[in-house]
């Protein structure tokens, strides 16, 4: 069995992935510091599969302890890269924490990938490299922007020093740029499960359904949009952990065309914000109490993926509709309830 490297492993959507992964026949390890996360998510795992995950709790940030992980399995066959801090708002507040984590964790990584030889690399990369593009649906082709918060900024410089690493080195590697993922596994024992409050769509929604937040802010309604909320290209979490998998067998059948390669990972469908709300309202047969609030610094106007080049090249389709993502985020809340109350032992009637 190969042996695959998931790099925040216990993450929302590096745990989707490990799940993908070991269902195609990979041996997988993963690392994550639990910085931002706990280890929940692998226990779900570990239900789901009925295997249970090797998880080094190294921050990539010490070279040392990485490097570790690297002399201890010295037979890695592909590393997809995670591990990186991810909240648009906070990376406006604190550029220097989101340049120092998400750079020299990538590079020391890099460094090691070098040393062991490491042949395949897939690079968590993100569709705010574009920045507020001119014109949607963007292409992996369409010139990049200014990015409009540090978070992307972090993106636009990993890729860039991803494609010269691979310049000068046998590794191949695959930058897959998503738009936003959402929804949770079927099964409802792993989903997303931020820290604090969520900086996500999604969660924030069914947080404010389920009572754990008082009320949902809508960042703005007056966007040059069709209502005026700001547009993105929802996609469900497990479509989106499964072009991991298929972009590791993209570079181990020998199928790549150059040694970097870039893919747009979204479902070419653009939705506003409102439209989310709607339709989480439909699935879930719950009001939504929510209040339009002011723009937030970082956000873009509208962005949703032309996603050709990923079905005909990796072979990768969705079939996770918008409702699916609703209703399989809504019932990993309701699961998340559930399980707090049979940990407090109140016996507590869901609604």
């Known amino acids: 069995m190969k042996k695959i490297l998931v790099t925040g492993g216990c993450g929302y959507i590096g745990a989707h992935t490990i799940i993908d992964l070991m269902e195609n026949g990979y041996h997988v390890i993963s690392v994550d510091n639990n910085s931002r996360s706990?280890?929940?998510l692998l226990e779900g795992i570990e239900k789901i599969s009925g295997k249970k995950i090797?998880?080094?709790?190294?921050?990539?940030?010490?070279?040392?302890?990485t490097h570790a992980i690297f002399q201890e399995n010295d037979n890695i066959t592909g590393i997809i890269h995670f591990a990186a801090f991810k909240a648009v708002g906070e990376s406006v507040e604190k550029p220097l924490l989101y340049y120092e984590n998400n750079l020299s964790g990538l590079v020391n990584l890099l460094k090691c990938v070098e040393e062991f030889e490491v042949p395949y690399f897939v690079f968590s990369s993100s569709c705010t490299v574009y920045g507020n593009p001119d014109h949607i649906p963007v292409t992996?082709?369409?010139?990049?922007?200014?990015?409009?918060?540090?978070?992307?900024?972090?993106?636009?410089m990993g890729e860039v020093i991803i494609k010269d690493f691979t310049k000068a080195t046998t590794t191949k590697t695959v930058l897959l740029r998503y738009f936003n993922p959402a929804g949770a596994h079927p099964s409802a024992l792993i989903g997303e499960l931020p820290?604090?409050?969520?900086?996500?769509?999604?969660?924030?929604?069914?947080?404010?359904?389920?009572?754990?937040?008082p009320q949902l802010?809508?960042?703005?309604?007056?966007?040059?949009?069709?209502?005026g909320s700001n547009i993105r290209d929802y996609i469900h979490v497990s479509d989106l952990a499964r072009a991991h998998t298929l972009a590791l067998k993209y570079m181990m059948d020998g199928k790549n065309k150059s040694a970097c390669e870039i893919f747009n990972l979204g479902t070419g469908n653009g939705v506003s914000v409102l439209e989310a709300i709607e339709a989480?309202?439909?699935?879930?047969?719950?009001?939504?109490?929510?209040?339009?609030g002011p723009r937030r610094p970082g956000d873009v106007i509208?962005?949703?993926?032309?996603?050709?080049?990923?079905?005909?090249?990796?072979?990768?389709?969705?079939?996770?509709?918008?409702?699916?993502?609703?209703?399989?985020?809504?019932?990993?809340?309701?699961?998340?309830?559930?399980?707090?109350?049979?940990?407090s032992g109140k016996n507590i009637e869901l609604n």
């Open 38 to 40: 706990s280890t929940r």
């Open 54 to 65: 090797k998880n080094y709790k190294v921050d990539l940030c010490n070279f040392d302890d």
């Open 140 to 156: 992996e082709d369409t010139p990049t922007k200014p990015a409009e918060s540090p978070y992307g900024s972090t993106k636009q």
């Open 195 to 213: 820290l604090g409050n969520p900086s996500n769509l999604v969660p924030a929604i069914t947080q404010t359904a389920i009572g754990k937040l």
């Open 217 to 227: 802010l809508v960042y703005g309604n007056d966007y040059p949009t069709r209502d």
């Open 280 to 292: 989480f309202e439909k699935m879930s047969g719950v009001k939504l109490n929510y209040k339009i």
């Open 302 to 343: 509208a962005i949703y993926a032309n996603n050709d080049r990923a079905h005909a090249e990796l072979g990768w389709d969705t079939h996770y509709s918008l409702d699916d993502i609703m209703l399989t985020a809504w019932k990993w809340e309701l699961k998340l309830k559930e399980d707090e109350k049979l940990f």
